[in-house]
Protein backbone atom coordinates (compact mmCIF):
# COMPACT_ATOMS: atom_id res chain seq x y z
CA UNK A 1 0.00 0.00 0.00
CA UNK A 2 1.17 3.41 -0.79
CA UNK A 3 1.03 6.34 2.14
CA UNK A 4 -0.32 9.21 1.42
CA UNK A 5 -0.53 12.39 4.07
CA UNK A 6 -3.59 13.91 4.45
CA UNK A 7 -4.73 17.36 6.08
CA UNK A 8 -8.07 18.61 7.28
CA UNK A 9 -7.33 22.19 7.74
CA UNK A 10 -10.09 24.95 9.10
CA UNK A 11 -10.45 28.54 10.62
CA UNK A 12 -12.87 26.67 12.78
CA UNK A 13 -13.19 23.35 14.95
CA UNK A 14 -12.37 21.73 11.70
CA UNK A 15 -15.21 19.33 12.03
CA UNK A 16 -16.71 19.98 8.75
CA UNK A 17 -13.46 19.39 6.92
CA UNK A 18 -12.28 16.48 8.41
CA UNK A 19 -15.86 14.50 8.02
CA UNK A 20 -16.24 15.41 4.26
CA UNK A 21 -12.65 14.88 3.59
CA UNK A 22 -12.63 11.49 5.68
CA UNK A 23 -15.96 10.56 3.43
CA UNK A 24 -14.04 10.90 0.44
CA UNK A 25 -11.20 9.03 1.46
CA UNK A 26 -13.24 6.28 2.43
CA UNK A 27 -12.89 5.24 -0.90
CA UNK A 28 -9.48 4.81 -1.62
CA UNK A 29 -9.03 1.31 1.05
CA UNK A 30 -5.28 0.45 -1.38
CA UNK A 31 -3.73 4.10 0.00
CA UNK A 32 -2.44 4.09 3.53
CA UNK A 33 -3.15 7.75 4.83
CA UNK A 34 -1.64 9.36 7.89
CA UNK A 35 -4.21 11.86 8.97
CA UNK A 36 -3.62 15.30 10.57
CA UNK A 37 -6.75 17.58 11.58
CA UNK A 38 -5.24 21.63 12.22
CA UNK A 39 -8.38 23.45 13.72
CA UNK A 40 -8.37 27.20 14.63
CA UNK A 41 -5.86 28.27 11.33
CA UNK A 42 -7.64 32.05 11.71
CA UNK A 43 -4.65 34.04 11.22
CA UNK A 44 -1.39 33.66 8.26
CA UNK A 45 0.88 33.04 10.76
CA UNK A 46 -0.86 30.46 11.79
CA UNK A 47 -1.27 29.51 8.54
CA UNK A 48 2.54 29.77 7.66
CA UNK A 49 2.68 27.28 10.24
CA UNK A 50 0.88 25.11 8.90
CA UNK A 51 2.54 25.22 5.73
CA UNK A 52 5.52 24.23 7.05
CA UNK A 53 4.36 21.41 8.78
CA UNK A 54 2.37 19.94 5.28
CA UNK A 55 5.91 20.57 3.30
CA UNK A 56 7.48 18.56 5.84
CA UNK A 57 4.89 15.62 5.47
CA UNK A 58 5.48 15.95 1.56
CA UNK A 59 9.11 15.00 1.91
CA UNK A 60 8.12 12.01 3.75
CA UNK A 61 5.12 10.39 1.62
CA UNK A 62 4.94 8.67 -1.34
CA UNK A 63 3.53 12.11 -3.08
CA UNK A 64 2.20 15.66 -2.27
CA UNK A 65 -0.20 15.83 1.00
CA UNK A 66 -3.56 16.28 0.74
CA UNK A 67 -5.53 19.06 2.31
CA UNK A 68 -9.11 19.42 2.86
CA UNK A 69 -9.86 22.85 4.18
CA UNK A 70 -12.54 25.13 4.88
CA UNK A 71 -11.05 28.43 5.25
CA UNK A 72 -12.38 31.68 4.58
CA UNK A 73 -10.24 34.44 5.09
CA UNK A 74 -8.60 34.51 1.80
CA UNK A 75 -5.50 35.87 3.12
CA UNK A 76 -4.82 32.60 5.04
CA UNK A 77 -5.63 30.55 1.97
CA UNK A 78 -2.91 32.70 0.12
CA UNK A 79 -0.58 31.97 2.91
CA UNK A 80 -1.75 28.27 3.19
CA UNK A 81 -1.79 27.65 -0.84
CA UNK A 82 1.92 28.21 -0.80
CA UNK A 83 2.22 24.33 0.47
CA UNK A 84 3.62 21.57 -1.68
CA UNK A 85 -0.14 20.08 -1.46
CA UNK A 86 -3.09 18.73 -3.43
CA UNK A 87 -6.04 21.03 -2.49
CA UNK A 88 -9.50 19.98 -1.70
CA UNK A 89 -11.88 23.72 -0.83
CA UNK A 90 -14.66 22.47 0.17
CA UNK A 91 -16.51 25.25 0.56
CA UNK A 92 -15.33 26.77 -2.80
CA UNK A 93 -16.39 23.71 -4.08
CA UNK A 94 -19.72 23.64 -3.33
CA UNK A 95 -20.79 27.09 -2.48
CA UNK A 96 -20.51 28.57 -5.49
CA UNK A 97 -22.71 26.46 -7.36
CA UNK A 98 -25.29 26.83 -4.81
CA UNK A 99 -24.83 30.61 -4.93
CA UNK A 100 -25.50 30.47 -8.28
CA UNK A 101 -28.81 27.88 -8.22
CA UNK A 102 -30.09 30.03 -5.69
CA UNK A 103 -29.29 33.44 -6.70
CA UNK A 104 -27.62 34.47 -4.28
CA UNK A 105 -24.69 35.12 -1.80
CA UNK A 106 -23.71 32.69 1.04
CA UNK A 107 -22.38 33.88 4.87
CA UNK A 108 -19.13 32.62 4.10
CA UNK A 109 -18.31 33.24 7.17
CA UNK A 110 -16.07 31.50 10.05
CA UNK A 111 -17.70 28.51 12.29
CA UNK A 112 -21.17 28.86 10.58
CA UNK A 113 -21.86 25.08 9.94
CA UNK A 114 -20.89 24.60 13.84
CA UNK A 115 -22.58 27.95 15.23
CA UNK A 116 -25.50 27.98 18.00
CA UNK A 117 -27.80 29.15 15.64
CA UNK A 118 -31.13 27.96 16.46
CA UNK A 119 -30.98 27.79 20.61
CA UNK A 120 -33.90 25.74 20.72
CA UNK A 121 -32.09 22.74 18.29
CA UNK A 122 -28.92 23.39 21.09
CA UNK A 123 -30.85 22.95 24.16
CA UNK A 124 -32.45 19.92 22.88
CA UNK A 125 -29.46 18.65 21.86
CA UNK A 126 -27.80 19.09 25.50
CA UNK A 127 -31.03 17.60 27.05
CA UNK A 128 -31.32 14.22 25.07
CA UNK A 129 -27.02 13.60 26.02
CA UNK A 130 -27.86 14.38 29.57
CA UNK A 131 -30.97 11.97 29.39
CA UNK A 132 -28.50 9.24 28.13
CA UNK A 133 -25.87 9.41 30.38
CA UNK A 134 -28.63 9.56 33.46
CA UNK A 135 -30.25 6.54 32.21
CA UNK A 136 -27.26 4.72 30.85
CA UNK A 137 -26.79 0.85 31.57
CA UNK A 138 -30.13 0.42 33.10
CA UNK A 139 -29.35 2.68 36.14
CA UNK A 140 -32.16 4.06 36.20
CA UNK A 141 -35.43 3.33 34.79
CA UNK A 142 -38.48 5.69 36.48
CA UNK A 143 -38.08 8.17 33.81
CA UNK A 144 -38.37 5.37 30.76
CA UNK A 145 -41.94 6.97 30.15
CA UNK A 146 -39.92 10.09 28.52
CA UNK A 147 -37.58 8.14 26.40
CA UNK A 148 -37.83 8.07 22.24
CA UNK A 149 -36.49 5.05 22.65
CA UNK A 150 -34.80 2.42 24.96
CA UNK A 151 -32.54 0.21 23.54
CA UNK A 152 -31.58 -3.27 24.85
CA UNK A 153 -29.19 -6.39 24.79
CA UNK A 154 -26.33 -8.12 25.92
CA UNK A 155 -23.35 -6.78 27.97
CA UNK A 156 -20.74 -4.89 25.53
CA UNK A 157 -23.46 -5.01 22.39
CA UNK A 158 -23.13 -1.02 21.72
CA UNK A 159 -26.02 0.43 23.91
CA UNK A 160 -23.89 2.86 25.38
CA UNK A 161 -22.38 4.87 21.77
CA UNK A 162 -25.49 4.22 20.05
CA UNK A 163 -27.43 6.42 22.95
CA UNK A 164 -25.22 8.87 22.79
CA UNK A 165 -25.04 9.17 19.01
CA UNK A 166 -28.45 9.64 18.74
CA UNK A 167 -28.57 11.98 21.61
CA UNK A 168 -26.01 13.97 20.31
CA UNK A 169 -27.22 13.73 16.23
CA UNK A 170 -30.84 13.19 16.22
CA UNK A 171 -31.82 15.29 19.83
CA UNK A 172 -32.98 11.75 20.49
CA UNK A 173 -34.18 10.93 24.26
CA UNK A 174 -32.44 7.16 24.59
CA UNK A 175 -31.96 5.23 27.44
CA UNK A 176 -30.46 1.78 27.48
CA UNK A 177 -31.04 -1.29 29.29
CA UNK A 178 -28.86 -4.33 29.99
CA UNK A 179 -29.92 -7.98 29.51
CA UNK A 180 -28.72 -9.31 32.45
CA UNK A 181 -28.23 -12.75 33.16
CA UNK A 182 -31.19 -13.07 35.19
CA UNK A 183 -33.18 -11.46 32.66
CA UNK A 184 -31.79 -13.75 29.85
CA UNK A 185 -32.59 -17.21 32.22
CA UNK A 186 -35.96 -16.12 32.37
CA UNK A 187 -35.79 -15.66 28.32
CA UNK A 188 -38.77 -12.88 28.81
CA UNK A 189 -38.80 -9.51 28.77
CA UNK A 190 -37.49 -7.53 32.22
CA UNK A 191 -41.12 -6.86 34.56
CA UNK A 192 -39.57 -3.13 34.61
CA UNK A 193 -39.96 -3.01 30.66
CA UNK A 194 -43.32 -4.23 30.07
CA UNK A 195 -44.80 -0.81 30.29
CA UNK A 196 -42.49 1.05 27.78
CA UNK A 197 -42.43 -2.27 24.95
CA UNK A 198 -43.44 0.12 21.86
CA UNK A 199 -39.98 2.01 22.82
CA UNK A 200 -37.87 -1.27 22.82
CA UNK A 201 -35.37 -1.59 20.17
CA UNK A 202 -33.15 -4.75 20.48
CA UNK A 203 -29.47 -5.03 19.63
CA UNK A 204 -27.69 -8.49 18.35
CA UNK A 205 -24.02 -9.13 18.07
CA UNK A 206 -22.45 -11.95 16.76
CA UNK A 207 -20.92 -14.26 19.76
CA UNK A 208 -17.44 -14.43 18.42
CA UNK A 209 -17.63 -10.82 18.47
CA UNK A 210 -18.68 -10.37 21.44
CA UNK A 211 -16.48 -12.70 23.27
CA UNK A 212 -13.63 -10.85 21.76
CA UNK A 213 -15.07 -7.27 22.44
CA UNK A 214 -15.45 -8.69 26.39
CA UNK A 215 -11.89 -10.28 26.25
CA UNK A 216 -10.43 -6.42 26.24
CA UNK A 217 -12.12 -5.76 28.99
CA UNK A 218 -12.36 -9.15 31.48
CA UNK A 219 -9.72 -11.81 29.65
CA UNK A 220 -10.02 -15.24 30.43
CA UNK A 221 -12.80 -14.50 32.49
CA UNK A 222 -16.56 -16.58 32.21
CA UNK A 223 -18.28 -13.27 31.29
CA UNK A 224 -15.97 -13.15 28.27
CA UNK A 225 -15.67 -16.70 27.41
CA UNK A 226 -17.30 -17.97 23.84
CA UNK A 227 -19.85 -20.48 25.34
CA UNK A 228 -21.29 -17.67 27.75
CA UNK A 229 -21.67 -15.05 24.84
CA UNK A 230 -23.42 -18.16 22.93
CA UNK A 231 -25.67 -18.66 25.65
CA UNK A 232 -26.48 -14.60 26.09
CA UNK A 233 -26.94 -14.28 22.74
CA UNK A 234 -29.39 -17.21 22.06
CA UNK A 235 -31.43 -16.15 24.71
CA UNK A 236 -31.30 -12.43 23.68
CA UNK A 237 -33.29 -13.95 20.33
CA UNK A 238 -35.40 -15.68 22.16
CA UNK A 239 -36.56 -12.77 24.04
CA UNK A 240 -36.84 -10.45 20.64
CA UNK A 241 -38.87 -12.91 19.10
CA UNK A 242 -41.08 -14.00 21.80
CA UNK A 243 -41.94 -10.56 22.95
CA UNK A 244 -42.21 -9.36 18.69
CA UNK A 245 -39.76 -6.62 19.86
CA UNK A 246 -37.73 -5.11 16.64
CA UNK A 247 -34.17 -6.31 16.83
CA UNK A 248 -30.77 -5.70 14.52
CA UNK A 249 -27.70 -7.10 13.75
CA UNK A 250 -24.89 -4.88 14.67
CA UNK A 251 -21.48 -7.06 14.34
CA UNK A 252 -20.26 -5.33 11.18
CA UNK A 253 -21.74 -1.61 11.56
CA UNK A 254 -20.17 1.38 13.13
CA UNK A 255 -22.06 3.69 15.70
CA UNK A 256 -23.37 5.86 12.94
CA UNK A 257 -24.78 3.20 10.63
CA UNK A 258 -26.62 1.29 13.45
CA UNK A 259 -28.25 4.96 14.90
CA UNK A 260 -29.23 5.66 10.97
CA UNK A 261 -31.13 2.06 10.80
CA UNK A 262 -33.00 2.54 13.93
CA UNK A 263 -34.19 5.83 12.68
CA UNK A 264 -34.90 3.94 9.35
CA UNK A 265 -36.80 1.11 10.63
CA UNK A 266 -38.68 2.70 13.62
CA UNK A 267 -39.32 5.75 11.79
CA UNK A 268 -38.75 7.91 14.73
CA UNK A 269 -38.07 11.39 14.02
CA UNK A 270 -35.18 13.87 14.47
CA UNK A 271 -35.77 16.24 17.17
CA UNK A 272 -33.10 18.91 15.74
CA UNK A 273 -34.39 21.32 12.66
Not at 183 to 206: M, R
Amino acid sequence: MSKRHAFFVSDGTGITAEALGLSLLSQFSHVTFERTTLPFIDSVDKAREATAQIDKAAQEGDGRPLVFDTIVDQGVRAELAKANAFFVDIFGTFLKPLEQELTTHSSYSVGKSHAISDRQAYKTRIDAVHFALDNDDGARTRHYDQADIILVGVSRSGKTPTSLYLALQYGLRAANYPLTEEDLDGETLPKVLKPYKSKIFGLLVDADRLAAIRNERMPGSKYASPRQCEIEVRAAQTIYKREHLPCMDVTELSVEEIASRIMQLTGIKRRLS
